[in-house]
């Protein structure tokens, strides 16, 4: 549970993954595969929200404009407590993100 300061920006952090979700239940993924990355999203918008609470100036930051700043075409943020295997996961989710969030608009 977090704090009720960080609900604010983790609903904005869900609006920003919203689009990408739909974007994964639309394709031919398999449905564990999905779930995977949709876990790797909540995993992603905790670390998101851990550096909100470490440099507080951060949230005067728009939620597209953090995540942009976290997530790139090598991965995503080195994850606090979790296994390389997470780790890796997380990244692959993060650069297919990556990838969606740099797409021409259509």
């Known amino acids: 549970m977090g704090l009720e300061k960080d609900l604010p920006p983790g609903e904005a952090l869900v609006v920003c993954f ?3 979700i739909e974007h994964l239940a639309a394709s ?3 449905p564990k595969t999905i779930c995977r990355h949709v876990d790797n999203l909540w995993l992603l918008g905790g ?3 851990r550096d909100l609470n470490y440099t507080p100036a951060l949230r005067k930051v728009p939620a597209e ?3 942009r700043d976290v997530v790139g075409a090598d991965g995503g ?4 407590d979790g296994s390389e295997e997470d780790q890796r996961s997380l990244d ?10 740099n797409q021409p608009q259509r």
Do not use: D, W
């Not at 943020?77 to 606090?80: A, H």
């Open 18 to 20: 919203r689009p990408f």
């Open 28 to 30: 031919s993924l398999s």
């Open 47 to 49: 670390e998101i929200i």
């Open 65 to 67: 404009k953090l995540l």
């Open 77 to 80: 943020p080195l994850i606090y």
């Open 92 to 101: 692959s989710t993060c650069r297919k993100l990556y990838r969606f969030l």
